[in-house]
């Protein structure tokens, strides 16, 4: 029996649009092609996973309306298993706008329609399809706990670190508290414990929580809106995935070498515990570190000139790539390229998941 991968994420329907700043007329800017689109990160990742020929279950919700009938019907067209109560009773499906005028830019108008009600049993009742792997909710899921919008959670400045100071060995011992420094920059002790026992009662973090009770493998994005959650408190992760701009948000050092990349690694590793710490580097290169040794996965230039990448960052179908071949081989370098290939794939091709690469357009393109 294959393993099975538990998604727990929102669901957009994306109008993308082209348009043409210069052919403006007043207050009309005209556009060429345009196309309609799933959109959102757990989304993505669901996507990706099922197409990949991996097990998948997607908890996410739909409006009952014409837009959440086509998610649904796509989802479904794609090998994805939905949790048995998506859709939401007199509400419309979440909805997005991007509009853009060229492949690496655009700009994204999001109300989140169904995606606002998520509960307790719906994820109880997604963990009772007894997933190999749960990866925590890379969006800002808050369900009915809206005032958790209004806590400010900006990282504390970091100092600037020197190429002298980056050279000098540091140790675990050494570091500060991760947590305090990356997480919350509120001076006033108990309103961060107030927000610290918000964060834990969310849904996100209660979905992780329940996957360290049951002893199943849990992935990580690290990102703006997962950094928030006090993640020292989980002790089953197993891969944590995070961006070199954001370690260097998280750190205050660029990992423009092995060097860096190991001095900001070491205090996360020493606060966030989990098996694999994934670097992604732009959009062709992941970094791998065990706690112990390292390794560095890169597309080859020849086959990464032949997808026609034209984004400088790895896109949303990694996690799904990542997540479904590491529960099928086990191998994290393996997986790893697996993953970097899926996403370049993708990403040659602006924006749409329609062009999720299957497994076997996989093993075709990195056959050379």
Known sequence: MKKKLLVLG???????????PPQKDEEVTYGSTYGFHPYGDGAATAISAAKLGGECVFCTK????TYGERLK??????GLHLSCKEFVKDAQTGMSVTLYNDITSGHTYLTKGANLNFTKQDVEDAFSYSPDMFIFPQEDILSQQKELETISTAPVPQPSVTDEEAAVDVSVDDVEDFS????????DVTAEMDMIKKL??????????????????????YNKYTSKFPLHKLDGIK???????????????FPASIDKMLRALIPLSAKIKAKYYIVQQGNDTSFVYDGKYYDIITIPPLLKAKAKQENEHMHGTYIGALAVRFLETRD???????????????RSKFGSLDHVPSQAEIEEFTAE
């Open 62 to 65: 739909l409006g009952d309306d």
């Open 10 to 20: 929102e669901s957009y329907m994306n109008l993308q649009m082209k348009t043409n």
């Open 200 to 221: 834990e009662q969310n849904l996100a973090f209660r979905a992780a929580e329940m996957a360290n009770e049951r002893n199943i493998d849990l992935i990580v994005q």
């Open 332 to 346: 994290i370098i393996d997986a790893c390229k697996y993953a970097s290939v899926a996403s370049i794939l993708t």
């Open 180 to 187: 305090e420094t990356i997480m919350f920059s509120n001076d």
């Open 239 to 253: 891969i944590l995935v995070i961006s070199d701009e954001m370690l260097y948000e998280a750190s205050g050092i």
């Open 73 to 78: 019907s796509y989802y479904k067209s794609c």
